[in-house]
């Protein structure tokens, strides 16, 4: 989808944030410098959807430095540090939505997803995510083809995701 769309073949893409920046840039995009980002459409139309696709930090139990491994994390998670990483991604520090240093040359995406905050939802618990994210993906591309009832392609989607739990 990514390479469609910076290719100019695709009218749009939903897609992590991380394409954004790539699709506005000359070396990876032929459509670098006019592509625009809305928040995802939510469940009425006044109102944006989001997924939280972040991952976590975690100490192990056998560690044998817990502490140190805390001040890491604690220093990885940190507002300087995690504004620097925004220029890749997003802030991961509500406050930093509102700085010009971290929107700087994102703006428009920053403004989007800065919409979206307060309904994002987490992505389903599973330990096979990666197989249920694409049976959820071929479902999407078959109903919006218009080979599947969207019914049914939940139906699929449900049935996939009980046998991964």
Do not use: C
Request: glycine residues 6%; charged residues 20%.
């Amino acid at each position: 989808m990514r390479k469609a769309f910076s290719n100019g073949d695709a009218a749009f893409a939903l897609n992590w944030t991380y394409m954004y920046n790539m699709a506005n840039d000359p070396k990876q995009s032929k459509v670098a410098g006019d592509v625009g980002i809305i928040p995802a459409p939510g469940d009425t139309p006044d109102r944006a959807g989001a997924v939280n696709g972040s991952m976590g930090l975690g100490i192990a139990k056998a560690s044998q430095h817990p502490e140190q491994a805390w001040q890491y994390i604690h220093y990885l998670t940190s507002q300087p540090v995690q504004d620097k990483y925004a220029k890749l991604s997003l802030p991961v520090w509500k406050s930093s939505y509102h700085d010009p240093a971290v929107a700087q040359g994102q703006e428009s995406l920053i403004v989007a997803a800065d919409k979206s905050l307060n309904v994002m939802l987490s992505r389903p618990e599973t330990a096979d995510y990666s197989r249920l994210s694409n049976t959820l993906q071929q479902q999407l591309q078959s109903v919006l083809q218009g080979k599947e009832a969207p019914e049914a392609a939940m139906q699929t989607v449900d049935k996939s995701a009980a046998r991964l739990r």
